[in-house]
């Protein structure tokens, strides 16, 4: 576990020290966010801020997790999983800031790189042996097996994720908060597992490897929400954001809880949700039921202070991790003896 601590704190420290070096050649190369005309009007004052910021947390986390990685299959796959979602992420915001407009990547193109990112992660699971096409449960106690349809699953997850926490990132420090909070319950979930899986000298390098992947990438967030909280100084941009949410799920297929992720990824999930209900009520019945979506929006609209959504995000986000760790240790560990 030595080297799961030391991962972390490295890239938090390399994030901190490098982050106004940074910054500073993000403004000085006028890689700045693009505010959308319909966005809340306050968010106008954020125009030109750096963005990109992502490319911070990438940078500081996989420095330490090279040098310190096991180079097992799960942890070759996040790490495949994570840059490919920073590479969506970034063509998105370079179109941005090249045409300088908030459109950048389109749809469709976003859910092409997604799919041949899952192949990709898919291929490898599964040519190699490491998983089984069995979904577990828990609660209702059964294991459920998708095959031709888990492929598809894992597309929902993983474009799911992503864009969730894209959604999520719209308001100063809430995506990089949120997301912390869910990489440090797997980092959880892995270092048990890493711990059950067998005795000293004979334990799984699987799971300690997804361990470093996490605790990394947890050092290079936390040094990154230095600079992001409220006022930011800098945005995360696509390219944090679609890295983050490949990341997490990338965490539940490797350490097998995808289920869970409806509970540590509960915040991003509501955030998606909140854009389709209010679509699909406006279109139907020509009505809004939230002032503005995605959800952090709409209090914003009530005049709530960006940093009241963020800590309060941040707490709910935190009680549905608990709620799923919970879960993880009554069911998930007695398979892992």
Known sequence: MVRVLIAGLVAMVLAIVIGPTFIDWLRRSGVGQQIREEGPARHIVKQGTPTMGGLLILATALVPFLVLSLYTLPGLALLFLTLGCAAIGFT?????????????????????????????????????????????????????????????????????????????????????????????????????????????????????????????????VIGFLWFNAFPAEVFMGDTGSMALGGAIAGLAVMTQTEVLLIFIGAIYLIEALSVMIQVASFKRTGKRVFLMAPIHHHFEMKAWSETKIMVRFWIVGAIFCTTGFVLFYRYYLRFKL
């Open 92 to 220: 998105d915001d370079y179109l941005k800031v090249r045409k300088r407009r908030s459109l950048g990547l389109s749809g469709r193109w976003k859910m092409v790189g997604l799919v041949l990112i899952t192949i990709g992660v898919y291929w490898v699971v599964m040519r190699v042996g490491y998983l089984d096409t069995e979904i577990y449960f828990p609660v209702i106690d059964v294991n459920i097996n998708l095959g031709v349809f888990y492929f598809p699953f894992l597309f929902v997850v993983i474009a799911g994720t992503a864009n969730g926490v894209n959604l999520t990132d719209g308001i100063d420090g809430l995506a990089a908060g949120t997301c912390a909070i869910s990489l440090l319950t797997f980092l959880a979930i892995a270092a048990i597992s890493w711990i059950r899986s067998g005795d000293p000298g004979f334990r799984s390098d699987n799971y300690l490897d997804v361990a470093i992947f996490a605790a990394a990438l947890i050092g290079g």
